[in-house]
Nanobody, 130 residues
Framework: VQLAESGGGSVQPGDSLRLSCANS????????ICWFRQAPGKEREGISC????????WYVDSAKGRLTISRDNTEGTVHLQMNKLEPEDTAVYYC????????????????????????WGQGTQVTVSS
């Protein structure tokens, strides 16, 4: 499995960004691509997932309404649209893959259990400041 993020950058509060995760190498349809972020001095936080099997999605409660995750299966890419960015969104953003069905993935994310995520991208920096 290969994953590669792109689309990060420096923006001002209130701006939007769209991150992309190019992914390939899967041999099953039962997996999810999830986005995480890690701010300086803080633990890695899972913020959104999309399940390849049925396109169902999961979002962390704190970011609902500002994030939209989507996929382009023809290009093997998952996007994360982030709107109304705040300085608190400054972090390195990673995409990662996990095998399992939608219910299992949702439980992992809700419980912050990331031990099953074996494949990660290199990360892309998002900086929000005025």
């Amino acid at each position: 499995v290969q994953l590669a993020e792109s689309g990060g950058g420096s923006v001002q509060p209130g701006d939007s960004l769209r991150l992309s995760c190019a992914n390939s190498g899967f041999t099953t349809d039962y997996y999810a691509i999830c986005w995480f972020r890690q701010a300086p001095g803080k633990e890695r936080e899972g913020i959104s997932c999309i399940n390849h099997h049925d396109g169902s999605t999961w979002y962390v409660d704190s970011a609902k309404g500002r994030l939209t995750i989507s996929r382009d299966n023809t290009e093997g890419t998952v996007h994360l649209q982030m709107n109304k960015l705040e300085p608190e969104d400054t972090a390195v953003y990673y995409c990662a893959a996990v095998f399992g069905g939608p219910d299992t993935v949702a439980l992992m994310m809700q419980d912050r259990y990331y031990g099953e995520f074996d494949d990660w991208g290199q990360g892309t920096q998002v900086t929000v400041s005025s």
